[in-house]
């Protein structure tokens, strides 16, 4: 016996790999459901590589009643509407937006790293999904932490555009299009030309000098992994489609060497440890597009403080930022409080 599940945004960019990973990893799904605004109401999209397809039903006229999961991706605004109204339903919702991830009655979970919080879904029958940046850098963090204590985080990120959502890919290709004939490049998802540029620049400024985007690395971090750690973060817009990578560097309580590091690194949940320290014995975005695993390469010790460490990490920010993080938040939710059969 299975779950009847609702993915909610299915036509956007991760609803869709949502649907895909569903199918991929085989979730035990009685009923899928393909929900989206009244404009994508009547379309079809695929269920994976099933040769199914799913005809997309009307957000406003969906009834949550006697649905199990709803696997929202539909961005902040539908959520705010229709999240509550799914959760009062009885039906357990897993959100991809930013809208409860600081709630202190939702939990903010990425199972490798936290997967006992998620036993707090309880107070509002809601899940948070982190922030595509953050779910690849405590991924990575999470054993370390463990080994020997993070007191303090410095990541610079390299983010693809795929972020921005579908209109980010298109400005992104149709830049370097326009560029490659000779015909003006105007910006107009993000605030200057992306294509052959980066922009140190995602989401809105703060009175701080911050944007959201690196407020939401501090924040989200500390709710996942420890309150306790120091966070600095620089949010980074790059012409690259698919795949987020950061640079990190980390200060710990206790000693922890390289080589250490990536003993620890290679055993641990979740991550390919890809370190040669030779030419291409590294990870790029072009290698992890398309995969599960959040990808540590260029482990080294930091001789600027005591006790540091620098890495590099590569991830495909439409799977585990986003879609396969709340797949994995399902499959933890199925093993712990809906179980069927």
């Given at each position: 016996?299975?779950?009847?599940?609702?993915?909610?945004g299915?036509?956007?960019n991760?609803?869709?790999e949502m649907?895909?990973?569903?199918?991929?990893?085989?979730?035990p799904?009685?009923?899928?459901?393909?929900?989206?605004?009244?404009?994508?109401?009547?379309?079809?999209?695929?269920?994976?590589?099933?040769g199914?397809?799913?005809?997309?039903?009307?957000?406003?006229?969906?009834?949550?009643?006697?649905?199990?999961?709803?696997?929202?991706?539909?961005?902040?605004?539908?959520t705010?509407?229709?999240?509550?109204?799914?959760?009062?339903?009885?039906?357990?919702?897993?959100?991809?937006?930013s809208?409860?991830?600081?709630?202190?009655?939702v939990?903010l979970?990425?199972?490798?790293?936290?997967p006992?919080?998620?036993d707090?879904y309880?107070?509002?029958?809601?899940?948070?999904?982190?922030?595509?940046?953050?779910?690849?850098?405590?991924v990575?963090?999470?054993?370390l932490?463990?080994?020997?204590?993070?007191?303090?985080?410095?990541?610079?990120?390299?983010?693809?555009?795929?972020?921005?959502?579908?209109?980010?890919?298109?400005?992104l290709?149709?830049?370097?299009?326009?560029?490659?004939?000779?015909?003006?490049a105007?910006?107009?998802?993000?605030t200057k030309?992306?294509?052959?540029?980066?922009i140190?620049?995602?989401?809105?400024?703060?009175?701080d000098?911050?944007?959201?985007?690196?407020?939401?690395?501090?924040?989200?971090?500390?709710?996942?992994?420890?309150?306790?750690i120091?966070?600095?973060a620089?949010?980074?817009?790059?012409?690259?489609?698919?795949?987020?990578?950061?640079?990190?560097?980390?200060?710990?309580?206790?000693?922890?060497?390289?080589?250490?590091a990536q003993?620890?690194?290679?055993?641990?949940?979740?991550?390919?440890?890809?370190?040669k320290?030779?030419?291409?014995?590294?990870?790029?975005?072009?290698?992890?597009?398309?995969?599960?695993?959040t990808?540590?390469?260029?482990?080294r010790?930091?001789?600027?403080?005591?006790?540091?460490?620098?890495?590099?990490?590569?991830?495909?920010?439409?799977?585990?930022?986003?879609?396969?993080?709340?797949?994995q938040?399902?499959?933890?939710?199925?093993?712990?409080?809906?179980?069927?059969?």
């Amino acid at each position: 016996m299975g779950y009847r599940v609702a993915v909610v945004g299915a036509t956007g960019n991760v609803g869709r790999e949502m649907l895909a990973i569903l199918a991929e990893r085989e979730f035990p799904c009685d009923e899928v459901a393909a929900v989206a605004s009244p404009r994508s109401t009547g379309t079809e999209v695929e269920f994976g590589d099933t040769g199914k397809m799913l005809k997309v039903k009307n957000i406003e006229h969906f009834d949550f009643t006697g649905w199990d999961i709803a696997l929202f991706a539909a961005g902040s605004g539908p959520t705010k509407i229709y999240a509550p109204k799914a959760a009062s339903q009885g039906c357990v919702v897993i959100d991809n937006s930013s809208l409860y991830r600081m709630d202190p009655d939702v939990p903010l979970i990425v199972p490798e790293v936290n997967p006992g919080a998620i036993d707090g879904y309880t107070k509002k029958n809601i899940i948070a999904n982190p922030n595509c940046s953050t779910a690849q850098m405590v991924v990575a963090l999470k054993p370390l932490h463990d080994a020997a204590t993070i007191k303090r985080v410095v990541v610079s990120t390299y983010q693809s555009v795929s972020g921005a959502g579908k209109a980010g890919m298109d400005e992104l290709f149709e830049q370097s299009r326009a560029i490659f004939v000779g015909d003006p490049a105007e910006p107009k998802k993000f605030t200057k030309q992306i294509a052959f540029n980066v922009i140190p620049h995602i989401d809105v400024f703060l009175d701080d000098g911050s944007t959201k985007e690196e407020w939401k690395m501090v924040a989200e971090t500390k709710k996942i992994l420890d309150p306790k750690i120091k966070v600095s973060a620089t949010c980074v817009r790059v012409p690259v489609f698919v795949g987020h990578a950061e640079s990190i560097n980390l200060e710990f309580e206790k000693e922890l060497g390289a080589e250490q590091a990536q003993d620890i690194l290679r055993e641990a949940p979740g991550i390919m440890l890809v370190d040669k320290r030779e030419d291409g014995g590294y990870v790029t975005p072009v290698e992890c597009a398309g995969d599960s695993a959040t990808y540590v390469s260029r482990v080294r010790d930091d001789p600027t403080v005591e006790n540091g460490l620098v890495l590099w990490c590569v991830s495909d920010n439409l799977r585990k930022g986003a879609a396969l993080n709340a797949v994995q938040i399902a499959e933890l939710l199925g093993r712990r409080h809906l179980k069927k059969g």
